[in-house]
């Protein structure tokens, strides 16, 4: 699928972001795997695009909030020379979602919201929703992503309100 193997990724991946951002790419990439095993979904297709979700907030770069997964997607296949479209569409929607979304992109859009360090009001009930049902978790997570934009002012990508209404007419294929 890939020429590099999963240490070479991490180990790129290491020299191109911050600890933090590394250590929170490791975390996610855990949690990918655990939801892939929940979901039936491949794993290690959950675990490079979970490992790989932030690789475009470079260090010595400045990336805004939306456009690091777009450039995320690009260095995964440029640079790390992922050809799997799936792992780079996880990737390129990690931040927004999209209209029907597969369960790889599901599953690395909530667990980047919900890996272990993640702490914000009502992540527990977002932990336990995303194993029990993922469609209402993104849902959840959605809402409150698109309301919190909406409170200060930022800038909201549309595709993040495509997928929350795409997802609540139960257009969803699971
Ligand atoms: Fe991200
Ligand atoms: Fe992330």
Redesign the pocket.
């Known amino acids: 699928m890939n020429d590099l193997n999963i240490e070479e990724i991490k180990l790129k991946l290491k020299n191109s972001v911050s600890s933090k951002i590394y250590e929170h790419c490791l975390r996610t990439m855990d949690e990918s795997i655990k939801l892939a095993i929940k979901y039936d979904e491949d794993i290690n297709k959950a675990k490079i695009a979970g490992l790989l979700?932030?690789c475009?907030?470079l260090i010595n770069k400045n990336v805004g909030n939306l456009e690091?997964?777009i450039l995320?997607a690009e260095l995964a296949k440029n640079n790390y020379l992922i050809e799997d479209v799936d792992i780079l569409n996880a990737i390129r929607y990690?931040?927004t979602g999209r209209e029907a979304m597969t369960m790889l992109e599901k599953i690395v859009f909530i667990a980047?919201k919900i890996e272990p360090n993640r702490s914000y009001p009502g992540v527990e009930e977002m932990r336990l929703l995303a194993y029990d049902n993922i469609d209402k978790a993104i849902i959840k997570s959605l809402r409150s992503t698109i309301e919190y934009v909406n409170k200060r002012n930022l800038e909201l990508d549309i595709e993040s309100v495509k997928s929350l209404d795409y997802l609540i007419k139960g257009g969803n294929n699971f």
């Open positions: 979700h932030d475009g907030k690091h997964s995320g990690h931040t980047d």
